[in-house]
Structures are given as C-alpha cells and as structure tokens.
C-alpha cells in the first residue's frame, strides 16, 4: 500500500520502555508461551482490568527510561517497521477525522506508543507478548515492532498490508472509544457476563470491519497482493485457527478466522463504515 511518509508535527507518538518497573520482564517466554500468549490478545486485547499510568511530557518530544529524549521523527525512524505504523497512523488519522466531522461527533487522535519488551500504559503494565493493543484509558495504540516478525514467522501473515491491518484494526477500537460502542458493550458484558465473549466477538469483528472500511477508502493506495496479504493475516488470528480446537466457541473473544476475513472484506469493499454497523448493536 503506497502511504504517504508521516508528517511528524501531524500525529501524536510516544516512546516506551524496555521492560517494567521493578525487575518483571516484558518479553519473558518463547515458542508455544509466546503462541498462547498472542492466540489470546492479538489483534485488539483492552485491557481494562489493569490498573496503573502513564504520562507523556506533550512538547513533542518523549522522555525515555534513561531520562533520555527522542522526537516524533526518531521515534517514526527508528526501524522500517516503525515508520510504516507512523504512516499508517497519518493516514487512518486522515481517513477518519472528515468521518467524524460529518457525523457531528468530537474527533480526537489516539496516541502511538512503542515500546519495547513491557511498558505501563493507562490501562496498566503491559508486555510484547501481548501482541498489539488499544488503551481506551489513555487512547493509545501500543506497539512492539518486533511483533511484527512474529507475526509472519509464528503466524505466516507478512507483508506491509498485513501490517497496516493491525494498525487499522486497532485504531478501530478507537472508533469504538469515540461513539461510545466501547463503553456500551462493557456495560452490556457487566449485565449479562455469560454473553461477555460473543459481545467481545462482536467488538472485534467491528475493528476488523473499519480495518477494511480504511483501506477502501483509500483504495487508489492499494497495490496488487495487499487484499490477499490482509485475508492471509485475518485468517491467520481466527480464535479457532489459533487455538487448534482447543478452545469452544462460547470461549472465543476475537472471532473465527471466516469471520474475520468476512468482516475485513465487507469495510474495504464497501468503504462504507455504516455496514460496520451490523456487528455490534447495543441497548
């Protein structure tokens, strides 16, 4: 997908940690803990029931663990891997904002956080293993880049659209953050906590819905094999592909691999967020 190169004064990035306070280690565990690990938060994990913080200083600069700081640009620069999600973040920011301004509704732009092994976000402590995830606390994305080889090694979804998928998708959940969806489906999971997992499916497939929604509204970027890179990683993090049948339906949180495939393919055919609708549906 031929994105734009990010404007540094533009989006909003932050820097992160290189493990957590007091000696746990972020990046702990390998092979099958780090397969169980990302087959149960990959692609959308909102970690709620974590406490705890994180502040960032807002001159445009981010104050490192080491009291060192670095600027949006040497964050956005510092792998190949990085200046793609800044990328995508400029565009998604881009895509989205005329969306909202249309519907009437406040838009605000969520916040980058890499990090590497463990970091503390507003939501809590927080490690690689998690795979990428959404903050709705602080409304931060956060992302390990090193996921990314993980992704295509551990899971066989490579290439630069499989990446922009994660990006889009947890910006989705940012979406969901704005319209109060979000907030909606946690209210209904605390009434009704036999139906919390199908509820969790539904928010998920919407992410991947507005995942797709973004790529099609940006279809003149989209080059040959990006559609087939997107199913590929979609397919890749299906709850039962990723728990070999381990796991039962009622159990699943993120949705079959058909489902979200379907769901990708019907936000970027459409590029119409209103058929997003249709997943999740709330009072």
């Known amino acids: 997908m031929r994105l734009n190169r990010f404007d540094p004064s533009s989006i909003n990035v932050r820097g992160g940690g290189g493990g957590f306070p007091g000696g746990v280690g972020g990046g702990a565990g390998c092979g099958t803990i780090v397969i169980a690990l990302i087959a149960a938060l990959v692609f959308g994990v909102d970690p709620t029931s974590m406490l705890g913080g994180m502040q960032g200083d807002g001159a445009g600069t981010v104050q490192q663990g080491d009291g060192s700081a670095q600027s949006v640009e040497q964050l956005c620069t510092q792998n190949a891997y990085a200046t793609e999600a800044c990328n995508a973040l400029q565009s998604l920011d881009q895509t989205w904002a005329p969306a909202f301004q249309a519907a009437n509704i406040e838009f605000r732009q ?69 319209t109060g969806v979000a907030d909606a489906i946690r209210s209904a999971q605390s009434q009704n906590p036999q139906g919390a997992n199908q509820l969790q499916v539904r928010m998920e497939l919407q992410a991947d819905c507005y995942a797709g929604v973004w790529a099609g509204k ?19 993090i299906g709850d039962d592909r990723l728990t ?4 039962s339906s009622e159990n699943f949180t993120h949705g079959t691999s058909a489902q979200r495939s379907a769901a990708l393919r019907a936000g970027l055919e459409s590029g119409d967020d209103t058929v997003c609708d249709r997943y999740v549906q709330v009072g």
């Open 218 to 236: 940006n279809r003149n970027l989209i080059e040959p094999g990006d559609f087939e890179e997107g199913m590929t990683a979609a397919s890749a």
């Open 244 to 247: 070999g049948g381990r796991v």
């Open 110 to 178: 969520p916040t980058l956080n890499f990090y590497t092994g463990g970091t503390q976000s507003g939501c809590g402590g927080a490690s690689s293993a998690m795979g990428p995830f959404y903050c709705p606390a602080d409304e931060g994305i956060y992302i390990d880049t090193g996921f990314y080889d993980q992704m295509q090694q551990q899971l066989g979804a490579g290439g630069d659209f499989a990446r922009y998928y994660v990006m889009a998708h947890e910006y989705g959940h940012h979406i969901q953050k704005l």
